[in-house]
């Protein structure tokens, strides 16, 4: 069965950076793409940002891209997403979820072909 903890979240001052984990076990990490999403309060789950199997492919909304950074270390199982100048907007629950196998592509950035997903950390921004 795969488990998916994600950890790293909290409250932050605009401007200031936060670095999320993500370790999944249960599975063979890194045959697998792995993707950031969050969801705001009253809004829908959207992408954040998403990593092929083998780290060579980076994908990022344009909300995020230039301030975000998603990386993995295969040998730990762990995917991370250092957010850099927050701002209020990046306030929500981030969560992170497991992708196709050998995935490289811009079908990273579709929600539904993620499957197993994490129970989500909160991050809020104070402005």
């Known amino acids: 069965q795969v488990h998916v903890v994600e950890s790293g979240g909290g409250l932050v001052q605009a401007g200031g950076s936060l670095r999320l984990s993500c370790s999944a076990s249960g599975l063979t990490f890194s045959r697998y793409a792995m993707g950031w999403f969050r969801q705001a309060p009253g809004k829908e789950r959207e992408f954040v940002a998403a990593?092929?199997?083998?780290?060579?492919?980076?994908f990022y909304s344009d909300s995020v891209k230039g301030r975000f950074t998603v990386s993995r270390d295969n040998g730990k199982n762990t995917v991370y997403l250092q957010m850099n100048s927050l701002n209020a907007e990046d306030t929500a629950v981030y969560y992170c979820?497991?992708?196709?196998?050998?995935?490289?592509?811009?079908?990273?950035?579709?929600?539904?072909?993620?499957?197993?997903w994490g129970q989500g950390t909160q991050v809020t921004v104070s402005s």
């Open positions: 979820a497991v992708g196709p196998q050998w995935a490289y592509t811009e079908a990273l950035k579709i929600m539904r072909n993620f499957g197993s």
């Open positions: 990593i092929s199997w083998s780290g060579g492919d980076l």
